[in-house]
C-alpha cells in the first residue's frame, strides 16, 4: 500500500451538516487510462481545501466530476446533497478553470452581465468586477487582456452567483509571484466571508499557505489528508528500509514512531518521525538485515509521496529516498 | 458589505433559471458579437446586396414579366435567400469558435442547459438571417426596380418572410458543421460550400440552362428545394412536392446531424 495515512486528522463532515462535497469510492477510466482509482472525500461547509498532486495525479478529473463536466465510472459524486449538475444549476457551486473560457470579442462587463443574466440570482457585476480588480478595465475587450486580468475576469464569473463553493483549477497557472500574490489574497479575503474553497495545485507552499487542510494526489488515489502542518511532518521524517522475510504488515505498523508501512516482497520500508525507534525496534525485535535510513528534504518528500511510480517497479521506492525525484 | 456575505443556510432559497437560461441579455450580447465580426458583416449583409445590384438592375430584367413581378424581382428573392442561408449558417457556425475557445465548457459551469444554448444560436443566427433578408430588399426597393404585379403588393412582405423561414434549415446547417469542423477553416469551408449550393439551388443560373446531368443532379442538392418555395408565391404556379420533400430532407438531415454531434459534444470531456 501507498504511506497513506487515513487516520490523520480529517475534519471532514463535521457538526453533521450536510457536506459541500462528498465523493465516495469513486473512480474515473479513459480507455485503458485509470485517471482517478477510489477516492473518498468529504469536504465540510467553510473548510478551504487543496488538492495537491503534480501532473497526472488525478486532480483536474476529480476537479471535472465534482463539476458534473464528467460522470465517475464507478461511485457517487454529491455536492451539497445534490446531483453537481442540480447544484450547479442553483448557484451552489462555481469554478475558475485553468485556460480557456473566454470570448475574446466581448468586453470585460460583457463577459460578466452574459454570465449573470444566466443565474436566477446574481450579484451586481460592477460590485464583482471591483472586487476581483478589474472595475477599471469593465470596458477593455478580453482579447486585449493581460493573462492575469483574464484569471481575474475568471474569478469574477465565479464570484456571480455568490455560490457556497468556489472551486479553482491551477488557478495561478502562468501567473508571476506579484500577480499570484495578489489573486490568492483576493480569493483569502473572499473565502473569509466564509465561502467553501476547493483549490488544485501542484505547488505545496501554494497549498500550505492558503489551504486549511491538505489532500494530496498520487496516480488517482489520496496519499495523504491533513493539514499543513500535518503533511510536512509526515514529509519531514525519514525511511527505514530493510530486509525482513515474511513480515507482518500489522505488526509494522504497531512500531510506536512509524507513519506509514509498505512490503515489497521481502523489503519493508518505514516512513517515520522517529526513525531511532523504528531502526531499535527491527534489528532487536525482527529478523530484518540489510537496514538503510534515509532522510530527504521537504521537495524531496513531497516529490516522494506524489511521484509517479512507474508502473509498480519495486525497485522504485515512493516513500523512499530520492529515486522518485526524477519528476 | 452585507450582499457579499455568503449565507450558509440559504441552500432552500436557490433556485435554478427559468427557461433554462434563456434571457433578453444573453440574446442583446450575442446579436452585438455579431454586428461586431466585421466579416460576418460584410458576407452576410453587404455582399448580397451588391450582388443583387450587380445582376438585378439589367434593364431587360426590368421590362421582362416572371409571374406576378418582373425579373428584378426574382433576383432579389434569390439574392436574399443568399444572404439569409449565409447569414444564418455563420450564426450557426460560431458554435465551432465557441467551443475551441472553451466558451461552451464554461457555460456548463452555469445553469444554462446545453438545449438552451442551441436555442440561443439559432435565435441569433435568425435574427442576422431577418437583417442579411432585410439588407436586401432595402436596397432593392430604393433601386425602384424590381416590381409587382397590382393586387400583389403583398409580395413584398410574403416573399421574405418565406426566404427567412426557409433559412432556418441554414441555422441547422451551421450548427452542424459548427460542431463537425475544426474552427481554423470552418468559415472558408462554409463560404465555398453555400457558393456551390446557390448554383446548385439555381440562385445564380437559372436550372434550366445548365446540362441535363446538372439539372438532375441539382435536384439534391440543399438550396434546391428552398429556392423553388421562396420563388413559388411569385410565379403563382404553385407547388411541386419535390420542392418541399428536398427542404424537409436537407432540415431533417442537418438537425439530426447537429443533435448527434451536440450529444458527442456535451458527453465529452
Redesign the interface.
Same mark, same amino acid.
Given at each position: 500500500m501507498t504511506p497513506a495515512s487515513h487516520d490523520m486528522g480529517r475534519v471532514a463532515g463535521r457538526g453533521g451538516r450536510t457536506a459541500a462535497v462528498d465523493l465516495r469510492g469513486v473512480h474515473k477510466h479513459f480507455s485503458h487510462v485509470r485517471a482517478v482509482q477510489g477516492i473518498d472525500l468529504a469536504i465540510a461547509s467553510g473548510e478551504i481545501v487543496a488538492l495537491l498532486g503534480p501532473n497526472g495525479a488525478g486532480k483536474t478529473t476529480t476537479i471535472d466530476m465534482i463539476l458534473g463536466l464528467s460522470q465517475p465510472s464507478d461511485g457517487t459524486v454529491s455536492v451539497y446533497g445534490m446531483h453537481p449538475r442540480k447544484a450547479i444549476e442553483h448557484g451552489l457551486v462555481s469554478a475558475v478553470m485553468q485556460t480557456g473560457g473566454l470570448l475574446k470579442d466581448l468586453t470585460v462587463a460583457e463577459t460578466a452581465r452574459y454570465t449573470a443574466s444566466l443565474f436566477a440570482s446574481s450579484q451586481p457585476v460592477d460590485e464583482v468586477l471591483r472586487r476581483a480588480g478589474i472595475g477599471h478595465i469593465a470596458d477593455r475587450r478580453v482579447g486585449k487582456c493581460s493573462g492575469g486580468e483574464q484569471q481575474r475576469l475568471r474569478f469574477a464569473m465565479a464570484l456571480l452567483p455568490n455560490p457556497e463553493l468556489l472551486i479553482l483549477d491551477e488557478p495561478t497557472t502562468g501567473m508571476d509571484v506579484e500577480g499570484r500574490r495578489d489573486f490568492w489574497a483576493a480569493i483569502r479575503q473572499d473565502a473569509e466571508l466564509g465561502r467553501t474553497v476547493l483549490f488544485a495545485t501542484h505547488y505545496l507552499e501554494e497549498a500550505d499557505a492558503y489551504a486549511d487542510r491538505i489532500v494530496l494526489l498520487r496516480q488517482g488515489e489520496i496519499v495523504a489528508d491533513g493539514t499543513g502542518a500535518q503533511i510536512k511532518a509526515l514529509a519531514a521524517g525519514r525511511t527505514v528500509r530493510a530486509t525482513l522475510p515474511g513480515a507482518d504488515e500489522g505488526e509494522l505498523r504497531a512500531i510506536p514512531g512509524a507513519d506509514s508501512v509498505e512490503v515489497r516482497g521481502d523489503t519493508i520500508l518505514i516512513h517515520a518521525t522517529d526513525s531511532d525507534a523504528v531502526a531499535r525496534y527491527l534489528l532487536t525485535a525482527t529478523q530484518a538485515r540489510d537496514m538503510e535510513i534515509n532522510t530527504r528534504g521537504l521537495e524531496d518528500a513531497f516529490i516522494a509521496l506524489t511521484g509517479d511510480d512507474s508502473a509498480g517497479q519495486a525497485s522504485q521506492a515512493p516513500a523512499g529516498s530520492l529515486q522518485g525525484g526524477s519528476r | 458589505m452585507s /450582499?457579499? *456575505?455568503?449565507p450558509?443556510a440559504d =441552500?432552500g432559497a436557490?433556485?435554478?433559471? %427559468?427557461m433554462g %437560461?434563456i434571457?433578453v441579455?444573453?440574446l442583446g =450580447?450575442e446579436i +452585438?458579437?455579431l454586428l461586431?465580426?466585421r466579416r460576418t458583416v460584410i458576407f452576410a449583409l453587404v455582399i448580397p446586396a451588391v450582388f443583387f445590384l450587380l445582376f438585378g438592375l439589367n434593364k431587360a430584367y426590368a421590362n421582362e414579366s416572371v409571374g406576378h413581378g418582373n425579373v428584378s424581382a426574382f433576383i432579389m428573392i434569390s439574392m436574399a435567400l443568399y444572404g439569409a442561408v449565409l447569414a444564418t449558417t455563420s450564426g450557426g457556425a460560431m458554435v465551432s469558435i465557441?467551443r475551441a /475557445?472553451?466558451?461552451s +465548457? *464554461? @457555460?456548463? @459551469?452555469?445553469? @444554462?442547459a446545453p438545449a438552451a444554448y442551441i436555442v440561443i444560436k439559432m435565435l441569433t443566427a435568425m435574427v442576422l438571417g431577418a437583417a442579411a433578408v432585410i439588407a436586401v430588399y432595402v436596397v432593392a426597393k430604393i433601386s425602384g426596380v424590381p416590381h409587382m404585379a397590382p393586387g400583389y403588393s403583398y409580395l413584398w412582405f410574403v416573399t421574405p418572410l418565406c426566404v427567412w423561414i426557409g433559412s432556418l434549415v441554414f441555422a441547422a446547417f451551421g450548427l452542424f458543421m459548427g460542431y463537425l469542423l475544426p474552427t481554423e477553416n470552418v468559415m472558408q469551408f462554409l463560404g465555398i460550400a453555400l457558393m456551390l449550393f446557390a448554383f446548385g439551388g439555381g440562385l445564380f443560373i437559372p436550372l434550366s440552362s445548365y446540362p441535363h446531368v446538372l439539372q438532375v443532379l441539382a435536384k439534391f442538392t440543399p438550396l434546391y428545394g428552398l429556392n423553388q418555395l421562396v420563388h413559388a408565391p411569385l410565379l403563382g404556379g404553385g407547388i411541386d412536392m419535390v420542392w418541399v420533400a428536398n427542404a424537409v430532407a436537407w432540415l431533417v438531415i442537418f438537425a439530426a446531424g447537429a443533435v448527434w454531434r451536440f450529444r458527442r459534444d456535451t458527453a465529452r470531456?
Open positions: - | /450582499a457579499t *456575505q455568503v450558509a =441552500l436557490r433556485r435554478p433559471p %427559468g %437560461g434571457n441579455t444573453v =450580447l +452585438r458579437r461586431r465580426n465557441e /475557445a472553451g466558451w +465548457r *464554461q @457555460l456548463r @459551469l452555469t445553469p @444554462l470531456v
